[in-house]
């Protein structure tokens, strides 16, 4: 699959993505940003992260896969919630500026 490079300008529109269109989860704000950033900066694809919220609900966090866009790096991952079933919410971020920042894969080619 070929994808295109990420520009300044497809920087500042994705950064106001969140967690907030996951359809799989209950709710996708109690995994702060710091848990995201841990989980694309230090695990690999065979590994995974449970993260416990304050609420008391449960998420798993696995990175699937990493690619280069142009010249940046790129992950996809995943987010469930492992106390309600479902489909685990599918995600793509790209370090920008030395961070994780979640995008539309639409947006990629």
Known sequence: MRRAA???KTTLL???L???ACTAIDDPDDVPDFVVQHVLSALTSKESFS???PSGR???L???GTFKNGDVYCRDFEISQTDVPGVPARR???RIDERWVQVDPATLL
Request: hydrophobic share 50%.
């Open 6 to 8: 990420i520009s300044p």
């Open 14 to 16: 994705v950064v106001g």
């Open 18 to 20: 969140t967690l907030s």
């Open 51 to 53: 993260w416990e919220a």
């Open 58 to 60: 449960s998420f798993l």
């Open 62 to 64: 696995r990175p699937l």
């Open 92 to 94: 793509t971020a790209c």
